[in-house]
């Protein structure tokens, strides 16, 4: 929690105190350079502060709008964005979405639009760079001001056609940080306005604030620059039509030539830097201007043509990415490159990366692959195909796509015929979570292969239902002795009836196999009701001989009730 915490107001100005006003019908843009020291302290952790300088720069186009029949709203988008450390700059395209804000009578921001599904921590860079848009207007009548922290209330003064402020107090909004804070010191404050009849000519200011919570301090130290452009930018947001209910996003179908010419763009793209160096989450931003030629990178990671370390960068980047093209591609990956055991493996953990429903394509490429059966050079990965549909049932329930999927895997494992493919198909609905595929899997408990009963064993302690332990349990009470370890981790997942609880006590104290007396530890360790295992296994320590299984019996008796 307080990792995440950190890393977002890293990445984003959220400590912004900003100002704007709109006066006129204007059109103008600005260009920002924010600079930001961050220390971040945790009195649990016996180390120095963690601390981080970074500087944002970029363009910052605004124009007036409507939505329907309101008015008094801005459109706003960045251009040009990069984050600056050192000698290092990366491009920061999580802040060049346009979006808009509606100002009241007093100069403030009182409202939002975003058009695009868009995470809440990218929600918060957009309205921290709006915020250097907003200041009081009615210096007479001075009203709360807000921000991506909270309400703060400031003190306006004007000298010589200069707007100048400070905030004075703070009162934090309940979900900062997720509650790791309680209070916010406002160590110094200082900013300036030059007003004109469009927001601004320039503005400039510093600020330093201690985040305060019970055991962590967040301290943050900002200067920065807006200062009014004289020539103008290209920016896409002067095109985009007035109304904010306008705003969608248009597919545009691009011509060959285009298409070859984006698609040589994106080849050098990947090949011509280190893109190592880049985030997963940004590189994915990035490959959205290459979403219509995304399929021609098959022949990159078919030809080998980047490093290792830089497929790995991509493949993750790709699987957040989880547009219609990036399916395909993944999708397709997996066909005819058996060769290739290493690029069908992350071809697959992609895959399940993403939580939209997945495209009717994508799907009859995995429907073709499970019904004819998956190909590669590499056994696990073969295995790893078939599991991995499991997770995406459970990650993309809910769409015809995960029906279909879940469809042809029960028939799959209806037919048989293949010892291995039926174990891991059953694994895969285990995956799956979905509680419909319990009554399949409680068949094959009682199936002669040793490897198919395991999986359903898996499988059923993988629900985490009250139908699947019963089954778990009533096999457990009959079985033959064969698969026992898996049996009783199945059962540790569940919190056991006391029967079931003093069967696996038995085994973890008397069984002839090292592992499996393991695997029941473990088990019992999982229970809440501990009356009479830590009694048993107490004694039990006399005689064990396992040094791992004493270590586990230690640990279990001073686990605290």
């Known amino acids: 929690?307080?990792?995440?915490?950190?890393?977002?107001?890293?990445?984003?100005?959220?400590?912004?105190?900003?100002?704007?006003?709109?006066?006129?019908?204007?059109?103008?843009?600005?260009?920002?350079?924010?600079?930001?020291?961050?220390?971040?302290?945790?009195?649990?952790?016996?180390?120095?502060?963690?601390?981080?300088?970074?500087?944002?720069?970029?363009?910052?186009?605004?124009?007036?709008?409507?939505?329907?029949?309101?008015?008094?709203?801005?459109?706003?988008?960045?251009?040009?964005?990069?984050?600056?450390?050192?000698?290092?700059?990366?491009?920061?395209?999580?802040?060049?979405?346009?979006?808009?804000?509606?100002?009241?009578?007093?100069?403030?921001?009182?409202?939002?639009?975003?058009?695009?599904?868009?995470?809440?921590?990218?929600?918060?860079?957009?309205?921290?760079?709006?915020?250097?848009?907003?200041?009081?207007?009615?210096?007479?009548?001075?009203?709360?001001?807000?921000?991506?922290?909270?309400?703060?209330?400031?003190?306006?003064?004007?000298?010589?056609?200069?707007?100048?402020?400070?905030?004075?107090?703070?009162?934090?909004?309940?979900?900062?940080?997720?509650?790791?804070?309680?209070?916010?010191?406002?160590?110094?404050?200082?900013?300036?306005?030059?007003?004109?009849?469009?927001?601004?000519?320039?503005?400039?200011?510093?600020?330093?604030?201690?985040?305060?919570?019970?055991?962590?301090?967040?301290?943050?130290?900002?200067?920065?620059?807006i200062t009014q452009l004289k020539t103008p930018v290209a920016t896409d947001l002067f095109n985009m039509h007035v109304d904010l209910e306008q705003w969608q996003t248009q597919a545009i179908e691009l011509t060959e030539d285009e298409k070859a010419r984006l698609a040589a763009e994106l080849k050098a793209f990947l090949t011509q830097q280190d893109i190592t160096q880049i985030d997963a989450y940004t590189l994915s931003l990035l490959l959205k201007k290459y979403d219509a030629v995304l399929g021609t990178l098959r022949d990159v990671f078919v030809t080998q043509l980047l490093s290792d370390n830089a497929q790995m960068r991509l493949f993750n980047a790709l699987g957040q990415l989880d547009t219609e093209a990036s399916q395909l591609l993944l999708s397709n990956l997996l066909v005819d490159t058996e060769k290739l055991p290493v690029t069908q493996f992350r071809a697959l953990r992609a895959l399940t990366q993403g939580e939209t429903a997945l495209t009717q394509q994508a799907t009859d490429t995995l429907l073709l692959l499970l019904n004819d059966g998956f190909l590669s050079l590499d056994s696990e990965v073969q295995s790893s195909f078939y599991m991995t549909l499991g997770i995406l049932l459970n990650n993309r329930a809910d769409s015809p796509a995960a029906q279909q999927l879940a469809q042809a895997i029960t028939e799959q494992i209806t037919l048989g015929e293949n010892e291995a493919k039926t174990a891991d198909l059953i694994t895969a609905l285990g995956n799956s979570r979905d509680e419909q595929h319990v009554a399949l899997i409680e068949e094959h408990l009682t199936d002669v292969s040793p490897r198919i009963e395991k999986a359903s064993i898996r499988a059923l302690g993988m629900m985490q239902s009250e139908e699947a332990y019963s089954n778990l349990e009533k096999h457990f009470s009959k079985h033959s002795g064969r698969n026992t370890k898996a049996l009783v981790t199945a059962l540790g997942n569940y919190q056991m009836q006391p029967k079931t609880s003093d069967s696996v006590l038995n085994i973890a104290v008397n069984d002839d196999d090292d592992n499996v007396r393991y695997a029941a530890i473990n088990a019992l360790a999982k229970q809440e009701n501990q009356k009479g295992i830590k009694q048993t296994l107490r004694m039990a320590l006399k005689t064990e001989k396992s040094k791992r299984n004493f270590k586990a019996i230690i640990k279990l008796l001073h686990k605290k009730d």
């Open 1 to 225: 929690m307080i990792s995440s915490f950190r890393k977002s107001l890293l990445a984003t100005p959220v400590l912004a105190l900003a100002s704007a006003q709109a006066y006129a019908q204007c059109q103008t843009q600005f260009n920002f350079d924010i600079k930001t020291y961050t220390s971040f302290d945790y009195s649990k952790l016996n180390s120095a502060a963690q601390t981080t300088q970074v500087d944002l720069q970029g363009v910052l186009s605004v124009k007036p709008a409507v939505k329907g029949e309101d008015k008094n709203w801005w459109a706003v988008k960045a251009d040009q964005v990069k984050i600056v450390q050192g000698i290092t700059q990366v491009p920061a395209p999580s802040y060049q979405t346009a979006f808009a804000f509606k100002l009241n009578e007093h100069g403030l921001i009182s409202d939002f639009h975003f058009t695009d599904r868009l995470d809440d921590q990218t929600q918060q860079k957009l309205k921290g760079l709006a915020y250097y848009l907003q200041y009081q207007t009615r210096l007479a009548d001075i009203k709360p001001e807000q921000d991506t922290l909270g309400t703060y209330k400031a003190d306006y003064k004007l000298t010589d056609s200069k707007i100048s402020f400070t905030k004075t107090r703070y009162e934090l909004d309940k979900d900062v940080a997720l509650n790791s804070f309680n209070q916010v010191d406002i160590l110094h404050s200082e900013h300036t306005v030059e007003p004109s009849s469009c927001f601004m000519t320039l503005r400039e200011g510093s600020e330093e604030l201690d985040l305060v919570g019970q055991d962590l301090t967040f301290h943050s130290k900002q200067r920065y620059l």
